[in-house]
Nanobody
Framework: QVQLVESGGGLVQAGGSLRLSCAASRTLYSLNTMAWYRQAPGKQRELVASIVSDGSTTYVESVKGRFSISRGNAKNTVYLQMNSLKPEDTGVYYC?????????WGQGTQVTVSS
């Protein structure tokens, strides 16, 4: 059973930065995409950023220019650098990995941005 383990969440003031990390417990074969989602209280989970096997990235409009997703040297790791954080970035951030056979989710890490 593959586990995705996230770390790096916490409480930060508006304008601050956090870096989220996600690592898979074992090698993911036929890995297509790794991504970060978030879910704010009372809202649906939304895709924040994704990176595919060729390195191409996508971002939700609200984080463009502030967040950056990247892959680690270990292929089954992904990071989310979050700068200029805003209170509306508050939520639980989930790591996601999509392979040709399955989709995996982490348990989530809380990010709270105070105004």
């Amino acid at each position: 059973q593959v586990q995705l383990v996230e770390s790096g969440g916490g409480l930060v003031q508006a304008g601050g930065s956090l870096r989220l990390s996600c690592a898979a417990s074992r090698t993911l074969y036929s890995l297509n995409t790794m991504a970060w989602y978030r879910q704010a209280p009372g809202k649906q989970r939304e895709l924040v950023a994704s990176i595919v096997s060729d390195g191409s990235t996508t971002y939700v409009e609200s984080v463009k220019g502030r967040f950056s997703i990247s892959r680690g040297n270990a292929k089954n790791t992904v990071y989310l650098q979050m700068n200029s954080l805003k209170p509306e970035d508050t939520g639980v951030y989930y790591c996601n990995a999509l392979t040709s056979a399955a989709t995996y989710w982490g348990q989530g890490t809380q990010v709270t941005v105070s105004s």
